[in-house]
């Protein structure tokens, strides 16, 4: 106040909201970055609101035992974190409200989430001080968290491997496309905005701070996550003393500047609840320095493209299985017939009719009565659109993935060749050499899937040609005049094209060797995918010539799910040993004593540097 008369100032109120359901008071998170407000209601659904209040998108589930606990935005804005009673934190994106990650919790039986905070610190907090405390004060420490910072100057030394590696690659590569929405939990890869938040964002690398995503539970454990989904792993508050075996975490503060954040919590100590003010360092933070950041957006980065290519695998598989659901009935009702009258199956008629012209019996009555035009036609639509699905994710959605992952392997690769950064980080480049490896047989099975596809249409196009001309002939009468203008009528059939579906595609495509599930197929022996000392790429692509030239392989090929599996396996081994390296970088201090038999209810803390 400016004077003995002045009246304290006021908050202004921008605007108001009357809810259908009461909501919950601490379940309210306005976004650092856009005019929007999260709340949690009574009954455990989450509304986000514009300020006008207007509703922009709502999270529910369909379990009515499922409560919100806890929910907070990512200081970037793009997600929302809300945690839910079933110990799976939901990151939902602020442009399109569907779900984009699950995080799920393993700390214990029935822990219940008591803190999630999803907070910013930077890798090297002197130098980001210093940018705030310029002359003239250009920066503010809001500008130095946002998007400003990648337009002012750093004052950082010339180093050529980070230069390199912050280099944006992945912007000059071909867009994702989006795929169908398969389910509930695949449904993010479904829209344009989705996809391209996920995959084309502005590069995040380049940024010196980290995003720290910290959710803890009532058992006395919390779980630290950075940048959306890279799990560095869960730690029990008993690791500082034993006097917090049990406790319950209350609250939380941090500082961009340092690494060290703060948790106060309370001992279930009977009759009294203590609390105490523990000191937790997140070492990692500081020690790996930029490369930190670029470690784990590229690891992320990857974490999403291995839920593309499973999604756009169990497409393309899907999609084959379906074209083949009706032409086998067809071919399966025949060959019951042909078995049985003329001891021979449909294979067999069929290349006897184009070859000599003669139709046997059944055969004629097959595809007067029961095939019929309509169901040629059905059988022309199913194989084809199925050939054309296969290739269009192929091309479209599988290779440009592959490339992608190709790119950030690469880049981890040679990040992990430079002894300095690759100390703290804990990469290996012989398993990220192994992985290289394994893209290549994907790169490889997709191009002969391509090959194969694209042979087996042309040759599927001339047999459906073929086909439909032999129902005309057999349907008409062989005494009148529409039966001699169907044999003489010009049809432009390759019939080479034709008996070359017959004998093979129609019965035993190639692409069944690469795409049925490998459940559907007994006593196949596959490559040792995980053999040591040998070269993945160079091994299946000797055996993938010898199959291709029709010589019998020493070993069955591995199919494209076999493929992303270990591929899935190999990645899952370079984001546990850096996970495992960023963990031992968790340092406690000694729990101070704050107040005895404390009251939970009232209090609340900030962390501030001076």
Not at 294 to 308: E, G
Not at 405 to 430: I, K
Request: with cysteine.
């Amino acid at each position: 106040m400016d004077g003995p008369h002045d009246e304290p100032a006021l908050l202004n109120m921008l605007a108001e909201k009357i809810t259908s359901q009461p909501v919950n008071v601490d379940q309210v998170a306005y976004c650092p970055t856009m005019d929007l407000i999260a709340v949690g209601t009574r009954d455990d659904q989450v509304h986000v609101f514009r300020l006008n209040g207007q509703r922009v998108f709502g999270a529910a589930y369909g379990q009515k035992s499922l409560q919100v606990r806890r929910l907070h935005w990512k200081p970037s804005g793009q997600l929302l974190a809300i945690a839910w009673s079933d110990n799976v934190v939901r990151l939902i994106s602020a442009y399109t409200g569907k779900v984009v990650h699950q995080l799920v919790n393993s700390v214990g039986p029935d822990p219940q989430v008591t803190i999630l905070r999803w907070v910013s610190n930077f890798t090297d907090g002197k130098s980001a001080r210093a940018r705030t405390e310029r002359p003239g004060g250009e920066l503010t420490l809001d500008d130095v968290l946002g998007q400003a910072v990648q337009n002012h100057a750093r004052d950082t030394a010339v180093d050529l491997p980070r230069d390199l590696a912050l280099l944006d690659i992945e912007g000059t590569l071909p867009k994702l496309s989006v795929l169908i929405s398969g389910s509930k939990d695949d449904d993010v890869f479904s829209s344009r905005a989705s996809i391209d938040a996920m995959f084309h964002a502005p590069n995040q690398a380049a940024d010196d701070s980290v995003d720290v995503l910290l959710t803890a539970f009532d058992n006395g454990t919390f779980h630290v996550g950075i940048y959306d989904c890279f799990d560095i792993g869960s730690f029990n508050l008993e690791q500082a003393s034993a006097v917090l075996k049990g406790c319950e975490p209350l609250l939380h503060a941090s500082h961009p500047y340092i690494s060290t954040h703060t948790l106060f919590a309370c001992t279930d100590g009977r009759p009294e609840r203590d609390l105490y003010f523990i000191p937790v360092d997140l070492r990692f933070v500081s020690n790996s320095g930029q490369y930190l950041s670029l470690l784990a957006s590229r690891s992320t980065q990857l974490q999403h493209l291995l839920r593309y290519i499973l999604q756009v695998q169990n497409q393309m598989v899907n999609e084959w299985k379906g074209a083949q659901d009706l032409p086998s009935k067809f071919i399966r009702n025949i060959n019951e017939t042909l078995n049985e009258e003329c001891q021979c199956d449909w294979v067999h008629a069929a290349y006897h009719l184009i070859v000599t012209g003669n139709c046997y019996t059944p055969v004629k009555e097959w595809l007067v009565n029961e095939l019929t035009e309509r169901g040629h036609k059905r059988w022309d639509k199913a194989i084809s659109t199925g050939y054309e699905n296969v290739r269009r994710l192929a091309h479209e959605s599988l290779l440009p993935a592959l490339e992608r992952c190709a790119v950030l392997v690469s880049r981890l690769r040679g990040l992990s060749r430079h002894e300095v950064s690759n100390a703290t980080l804990g990469l290996s480049a012989l398993d990220l050499t192994n992985v290289i490896d394994t893209i290549n047989c994907l790169n490889l099975m997709a191009h002969t899937i391509l090959v194969h596809a694209g042979l087996e249409l042309q040759q599927f196009t001339a047999f459906s040609m073929w086909l439909r001309h032999e129902i005309d002939i057999q349907a008409a009468d062989p005494n009148s005049a529409s039966a001699e203008e169907a044999a003489e009528k010009d049809t432009p059939v390759d019939h080479a094209k034709v008996l070359n579906y017959v004998q093979g595609a129609m019965t035993k495509s190639r692409l069944t060797e690469f795409l049925q599930q490998p459940f559907d197929i007994k006593d196949h022996p596959q490559l040792d995918l995980a053999a040591e000392g040998t070269s993945l790429y160079d091994l299946y692509k000797k055996e993938l010539k010898k199959y291709n030239q029709g010589t019998p392989t020493d070993k069955g090929l591995p199919r494209l799910n076999d493929l992303f599996e270990h591929l899935s396996r190999q990645c899952g081994v370079i984001f546990n040993n850096i996970s495992q390296t960023q963990r031992r970088n968790v340092m406690y201090g000694s729990p101070l004593l704050v107040e005895r038999n404390c009251n939970q209810r009232v209090m609340d803390t900030r962390m501030c540097f001076e």
